[in-house]
C-alpha cells in the first residue's frame, strides 16, 4: 500500500495548494499542527501529494468553510468529512448556495473568466476558459469549484428570470459538451458495474443529470446515459435491458412535481437496482424520495460517497479516487 501511495504521490505542495484552493502555509499548518495530511516526501524532502491527499485537502477546506475548526475535523476519515459535508448541504433551500470558492484562488480565478463569458454572450471564451480550467485543475476541483458554482448560476439566473434566453441557449451546449466531454474521458473495466443516468419526466434540465454522468464514469463504474424528461416507465425498462446496479436521476425545476412521487414509486417498485436522487430540488422532494424506498444524494461527494458503497457491497474493485 505504501507503495502504491509513494508511486501516486507526485504533486508537490504548490499543486495541492492550487488545486484544493488552500495557501501552501496553511496546508503545512494542518499537516504539523492537526496531522490532517501526510504526504510523503521525495529524495530531496520535499512533500509530495496524491490525488486523495488534494481530494482530502479539499473536503476538510469545505467543512471548515462552513464554520468548523480544523482541530475539530482534522482526524475525521474520508467518509465522516463527505458525510459532513452532506449534511452540511442537505438543509439548504432548493436553490442551495453554490460550494465556496476562495477569491484569490486559481479556481475561482477560472470560473470568473465563465461567468464573464456567460455575461458577454462570448461563447468561444467560455468554451477556451472551461478547456483551461480543464487543463490547470484535478478533475475534482474542476467539478467542485468550477463546474457546480457556474451551474448553480445558470439554474439560479434561469429560475429568477434574470438569465436572457439568448444567455442560456449559448451556455448550456457548451457546459453541456464539456461534461460530455469529462464523461467520454473515462473507461470503465470489463467487469464494471453499471448505472443508468436520466432526469424524470417534467424535469428538463439535464446538466446535473451530465454532473452525476461524470462523477460515477470517473469512479470506474459503466454509465448508460439516457437524457432527460423520461417517464418512469421507459426508465424502468431501459434499467432491465441493461442490468443496471443503480439509478440515478437528477431533479432541478420544477420543485414541485406531484408527479415526481409516482414516478419514483414505479421505478423502486419495478427495478430491484438501488434509485438514488439528487440536483438542487433533492430537497423539495425529500419526503417522496423517502417513502419511495430511493436515497437523496444531494450533493457530488455524496453520490460518491453511495456509489463507492453500492461497488464495495457487489465486491467489484473501485478505483477510490478522481482521475483524468
Known sequence: MENRKNQEAKHPIQVAARRSGLSPDVIRVWERRYQAISPTRSGTNRRLYNDEDIERLLLLSQVTAAGRRIGDVAGLDMEQLREMVWEDRSAEVRLPAPVRVDAGSLPARHLSYCIKAVSELDGETLESSLNHARAALAPIVLMEQVMMPLMHLIGERWYTGSMRAAEEHMTTPIVRATLWSL???????????????????????????????????????????????????EIAAAAVTRNVSAIALSVTYPSDDPAIGGELNILTGTVPAVVLVGGVASAAYRDGIRRAGAIEVPTTAVLRAELRKLRASSGRPGNGALHG
Open 183 to 233: 464523461k467520454n474521458s473515462h473507461r470503465a473495466e470489463d467487469n464494471a458495474p453499471e448505472l443508468l443516468v436520466a432526469t424524470p419526466a417534467g424535469q428538463r434540465h439535464e446538466l446535473g443529470a451530465l454532473m452525476a454522468a461524470v462523477v460515477a464514469a470517473s469512479d470506474g463504474w459503466r454509465v448508460t446515459y439516457l437524457g432527460s424528461d423520461l417517464p418512469a416507465t
